[in-house]
């Protein structure tokens, strides 16, 4: 007997319930808006507590005590923050390209929610179980550089416009390392699928029983994502002292806020793709042969383990920032095609010879 | 009529629009963004027919690989910003003619091909069997055009390396 709750029984017994009142085809409809409110409202709770988190834990850092003033333990700061941005004004540029300027925040948001949908979160509850989901991520993410330039290109400022191609160069280049490091995995589980890649962990977490490569893989996927986040140590494309804040300099107000909800969805997003690749996804730690330990772990529930996993990570990237100094670009730039990209290239090899032989555990 | 039918209609309707509007447009940056809409929605195109890895290799390599490099590259010219004067009246009667050629070819192909409805069970598109086929060489597979691509391609890279490389004086 099963006393606990899962997620998958309350989402099968809300489309049983709507399906017992509406007609299919009017439930699926209802039952696609709840997932979007769904996406939209973790997305945004989540980029506050980021953001409330991000500042604490950078107060720490440093000696300080981060924000206080606002709530109790400063806690009501990065609400307050929102409001302000709500209520400011969203200026646009005499002289800019004005559909482009308009266009981009929307470009660049669209993208990084559309990433969201292959993850899983917990046993069964998916959005959409599609057969690529790894790719998909790669493929729709590489679009939100298109945003990134269209905003840099449309301010009419020079400042934008460096800062927009700085950025546009990095995240092509370290797409390559990135997208290499996840095949690592793939080749070694044998699908695309997320929830193939999940269900492949039921033994052990990739970064646990797929030796070297995998862990190389981990590392250089840590490495690439945080590059391709724009966040630093690889700020440059907004180093505020170089280029006061790179392509969205000239944005303010919601569509400033656009910007910067996406960039913490997809570090979110990264983080999530991190923990579901390397880490086993919703699945608990496990030790083959402790089967009490193993029962203990089964009972917390996968909704924790998978954010806890994606919380580490989240950690780890927020202790980079506070922690290396920034790179130049030509640094930038040779750490990526003179360094990740041959070590990526072997790794894939000597991962390949290692899931030919089956020497994984 | 299905959704799904509708929805192709949708999605077939901004492909052409935007095609036309890329082409039409005098803002040479907005061009590519209006080309880079069209290639998303022929993506979507490939979804509705299930094939999901295509259409993620579609927005992979054209849209996140092709349109980039074709935004770098007006970045990179001079006076962008600009509009593109008016087209001459003598190219416009060419190009007009030229479109009104191949459109006359296309439709003379497309209402002489019998189409049939087959009752075949559809080709399996999953990546797996995308994968061995190209690397098949008994069952009609494409290991030999693949080998050729890939090596075409890698010549080109050393072309590159070989063109944009510094030699250093001593």
Redesign the interface.
């Known amino acids: 007997m099963q006393l606990s709750i899962s997620l998958l029984e309350i989402t099968r017994a809300i489309d049983s319930w709507l399906n017992s009142i509406f007609h299919p085809h009017v439930a699926f409809g209802i039952e696609l808006v709840l997932a979007g409110v769904a996406v939209i409202l973790l997305v945004v709770a989540m980029a506050v507590l980021m953001v409330y988190a991000e500042r604490k834990l950078a107060g720490f850092m440093q000696m300080r005590l981060g924000p206080m003033r606002v709530g109790k333990y400063g806690s009501m700061q990065a609400i307050a923050d929102v409001m302000k941005l709500l209520l400011k004004e969203c200026l646009v540029p005499t002289n800019s ?1 004005k ?2 300027f308009k ?1 981009a925040p929307f470009v660049v948001t669209v993208v990084s929610f559309m990433t969201i949908v292959p993850i899983a979160f917990a046993r069964g509850i998916q959005l959409w179980d ?3 989901g790894v ?2 991520i ?3 993410s ?2 939100s ?2 945003g990134i ?2 905003a840099g ?2 301010s ?1 400022n020079k400042y934008s ?1 460096l800062g927009a ?1 700085r950025s ?1 160069a990095q995240i ?1 280049s370290y ?1 390559l390392s990135g997208g290499l490091a996840l095949i690592v995995v793939v080749m070694m589980s044998g699908t ?1 699928s997320i929830s193939g890649i999940v269900q492949a962990q039921a033994d052990g977490w990739w970064v646990i029983k797929g030796h070297i490569p995998v862990i190389i893989a981990f590392v250089t996927f840590i490495i690439t994502s945080t590059a391709e986040l724009n966040r630093a140590p690889f700020d440059l494309a907004e180093a505020e002292s170089e280029l006061t804040a790179g392509y969205h300099t000239e944005y303010s107000g919601m569509q400033f806020a656009m910007f910067f909800l996406s960039e913490y969805t997809n570090m979110f997003v990264l983080s999530m793709v991190a923990a579901t690749v390397f880490l086993g996804g919703w699945m608990p730690f496990h030790i083959a042969g402790l089967e009490g330990f193993n029962h203990f772990m089964d009972y917390i529930p996968g909704i924790v383990w998978f954010f806890g996993k994606t919380f580490f990570i989240l950690f780890l990237i927020v202790w980079f920032r506070w922690t290396f100094p920034r790179l130049r670009i030509d640094q930038l730039l040779k750490l990526e095609w003179k360094y990740l990209l041959p070590v990526s290239i072997i790794n894939v090899l000597f991962a390949a010879f290692i899931a030919l032989m089956g020497w994984y555990l | 009529m299905s959704a799904s039918t509708i929805i192709f209609y949708i999605v077939s309707a901004l492909v052409l629009v935007f095609g036309a509007m890329s082409v039409f447009t005098r ?1 040479i ?2 061009a590519a ?1 209006y080309l ?1 809409f069209s290639l998303i929605g022929i993506a979507g195109i490939y979804i509705l027919m299930n094939m ?2 295509i259409a ?2 579609q ?2 390599i054209y ?3 092709i ?2 490099l074709i ?2 590259s007006i ?1 990179l010219t001079h006076q962008a ?1 600009d509009k593109l004067p008016k087209p001459l009246f003598k190219r416009i009667v060419a190009g007009a003619s030229m479109a009104a050629f191949g459109l006359i070819v296309v439709l003379g192909v497309f209402y002489k091909t019998a189409f049939k409805v087959t009752t075949e069970a559809g080709i399996d598109h ?2 797996r069997s995308i994968g061995r086929q190209m690397l098949d060489y008994h069952h009609h597979g494409y290991v030999y055009p693949f080998e050729i691509v890939s090596f075409l391609l890698l010549a080109a890279l050393v072309g590159c390396i070989v063109i944009a490389v510094k030699i250093q004086k001593k």
């Open positions: 390209d559909m482009m266009l599609i057969n690529i790719f998909y790669t493929a729709v590489s679009l550089v298109i330039l269209m290109w449309s009419n416009l191609m546009g092509v797409e695309l | 803002k940056f907005r963004i880079l999901d890895f993620a290799l927005v992979l849209v996140g690989g349109i980039v935004i770098f970045f910003g999953s990546a």
